[in-house]
């Protein structure tokens, strides 16, 4: 493959010291030898190679770099990353799993690539030109690594539509079941890898699952935009009074009652709810749950939405404010990148504010160890959260 070279503006030298995977558009003086957006490139400060990484002339992030130095992009060099993941994921996880995120686009030091890891099968997501031409090596390297079963992929990001890409999903090696059964701290769930939502699970709330559950005792609990109602079981498990689990998608709730069977716990009475959330929690009855877990959809992928999602946010939460019973708990969410911790709060005082409620935070969530981040890079920082105690 050959490495096309982008010539940095050599006033632009922070591009590269200060180790950001992303060089914007704005900092590049040139770029030689140019076949296709996607390609390969060497990074140049004059006549020094600083950084090696993939170029795109049509994006706003022009290139993302793969390694801070001149190297070669081969099955070599992916293995090597994917063996740095799995060493780190496996000793960071010790063993309550066989379900991660073995690599998290920058986190792991891959921009545009996410690997889910499903006990023997893999999901790859590409997001970008440069990581859809590097998708066969990507496969031989991951099969080096791993032998798995089966390897899927699920590319549907929205930033692909910013590289001018189609969505794909297929299979690209071995076979992918209809079902995969995953173990997670001793329950089983179910994954339903080419029908599911996101890669097919929600790895990133494994350790809020054991947070909630630890607090569900004896409560009455609402489970909101429950999915494949993960939380829900532990909650279960660690012994709810009630519990309600409601969703919009009738497939995500037909997979909540199939994690019920395999776990060999029977749902009570309206425990899982087809229904709005929205139109749901306007027609709760005031102090009845003492639990309440709003984990939506991203309400907003792009600059543009991004004040619709902030009144959506705050419309969900202080209608659960309101409702929620003295003493209660709420487990709160947003996956929107583009709302930051900061922002988030700021929603949820708002919102205290305005149901006339006194709020206590009691610890701000974040995705869990699988899901680390560059500290050279806070974007991919999607998903946040607090648990909050109402007076
Ligand atoms: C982020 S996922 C929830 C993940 C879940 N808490 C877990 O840990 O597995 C969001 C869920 O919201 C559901 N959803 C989207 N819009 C909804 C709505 N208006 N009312 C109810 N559920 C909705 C989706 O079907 C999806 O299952």
């Given at each position: 493959m050959e490495y096309a070279d982008v010539y940095l503006k050599p006033k632009r030298r922070e591009a590269i010291s200060e180790k950001s995977p992303w060089i914007f558009s704005g900092a590049i003086e040139a770029v030689r030898e140019f076949d296709e957006d996607g390609q390969l490139c060497r990074i140049r400060l004059g006549d020094d190679v600083v950084a090696t990484g993939y170029v795109n002339t049509q994006t706003n992030i022009a290139v993302r770099v793969l390694e801070f130095a001149d190297v070669q992009v081969n099955v070599d060099f992916l293995r090597r990353r994917f063996e740095e993941s799995r060493r780190m994921k496996e000793s960071l996880l010790q063993g309550c799993t066989d379900a991660y995120r073995l690599i998290h686009a920058e986190g792991d030091r891959l921009p545009g690539l996410v690997v889910d890891k499903y006990g023997d099968y893999l999901v790859m997501q590409s997001s970008t030109a440069g990581i859809d031409n590097l998708r066969e090596l990507i496969m031989e390297a991951l099969v080096a690594v791993f032998q798995p079963k089966g390897i899927l992929e699920k590319s549907s990001s929205t930033s692909r539509k910013t590289e001018g890409l189609e969505s794909v999903q297929q299979v690209l090696h071995g076979e992918i079941p209809e079902e995969i059964v995953v173990e997670e701290y001793g329950m089983k769930y179910a994954v339903d890898l080419l029908g599911g939502q996101k890669t097919g699970f929600f790895l990133d709330q494994r350790e809020n699952r054991r947070i909630i559950a630890q607090h569900a005792q004896g409560r009455t609990a609402l489970n909101c935009y429950c999915y494949s109602a993960t939380m829900g079981l532990g909650m279960r498990q660690a012994g709810v009074a009630t519990l309600h689990n409601v969703d919009l998608s009738e497939g995500a709730l037909e997979l909540a009652a199939r994690n019920y069977e395999l776990n060999g716990i029977a749902p009570g009475d309206g425990e899982f709810q087809e229904a709005d959330v929205k139109k749901f929690l306007g027609e709760i009855p005031k102090d009845f749950y003492d639990l309440i877990i709003l984990d939506p959809p991203k309400f907003t992928a792009s600059k543009r939405t991004v004040?619709?999602?902030?009144?959506?946010?705050?419309?969900?939460?202080?209608?659960?404010?309101?409702?929620?019973?003295?003493?209660?708990?709420?487990?709160?969410?947003?996956?929107?990148?583009?709302?930051?911790?900061?922002?988030?709060?700021?929603?949820?005082?708002?919102?205290?504010?305005?149901?006339?409620?006194?709020?206590?935070?009691?610890?701000?969530?974040?995705?869990?160890?699988?899901?680390?981040?560059?500290?050279?890079?806070?974007?991919?920082?999607?998903?946040?959260?607090?648990?909050?105690?109402?007076?």
């Amino acid at each position: 493959m050959e490495y096309a070279d982008v010539y940095l503006k050599p006033k632009r030298r922070e591009a590269i010291s200060e180790k950001s995977p992303w060089i914007f558009s704005g900092a590049i003086e040139a770029v030689r030898e140019f076949d296709e957006d996607g390609q390969l490139c060497r990074i140049r400060l004059g006549d020094d190679v600083v950084a090696t990484g993939y170029v795109n002339t049509q994006t706003n992030i022009a290139v993302r770099v793969l390694e801070f130095a001149d190297v070669q992009v081969n099955v070599d060099f992916l293995r090597r990353r994917f063996e740095e993941s799995r060493r780190m994921k496996e000793s960071l996880l010790q063993g309550c799993t066989d379900a991660y995120r073995l690599i998290h686009a920058e986190g792991d030091r891959l921009p545009g690539l996410v690997v889910d890891k499903y006990g023997d099968y893999l999901v790859m997501q590409s997001s970008t030109a440069g990581i859809d031409n590097l998708r066969e090596l990507i496969m031989e390297a991951l099969v080096a690594v791993f032998q798995p079963k089966g390897i899927l992929e699920k590319s549907s990001s929205t930033s692909r539509k910013t590289e001018g890409l189609e969505s794909v999903q297929q299979v690209l090696h071995g076979e992918i079941p209809e079902e995969i059964v995953v173990e997670e701290y001793g329950m089983k769930y179910a994954v339903d890898l080419l029908g599911g939502q996101k890669t097919g699970f929600f790895l990133d709330q494994r350790e809020n699952r054991r947070i909630i559950a630890q607090h569900a005792q004896g409560r009455t609990a609402l489970n909101c935009y429950c999915y494949s109602a993960t939380m829900g079981l532990g909650m279960r498990q660690a012994g709810v009074a009630t519990l309600h689990n409601v969703d919009l998608s009738e497939g995500a709730l037909e997979l909540a009652a199939r994690n019920y069977e395999l776990n060999g716990i029977a749902p009570g009475d309206g425990e899982f709810q087809e229904a709005d959330v929205k139109k749901f929690l306007g027609e709760i009855p005031k102090d009845f749950y003492d639990l309440i877990i709003l984990d939506p959809p991203k309400f907003t992928a792009s600059k543009r939405t991004v004040n619709a999602a902030i009144k959506g946010y705050k419309h969900i939460n202080m209608t659960a404010l309101r409702k929620i019973k003295s003493g209660g708990l709420l487990f709160t969410f947003s996956c929107s990148g583009l709302v930051d911790m900061e922002l988030f709060r700021k929603i949820l005082f708002y919102a205290a504010k305005d149901a006339g409620r006194d709020v206590r935070v009691v610890r701000p969530l974040h995705a869990d160890v699988d899901h680390a981040l560059s500290i050279y890079h806070r974007e991919n920082e999607y998903l946040k959260g607090l648990m909050l105690y109402v007076l």
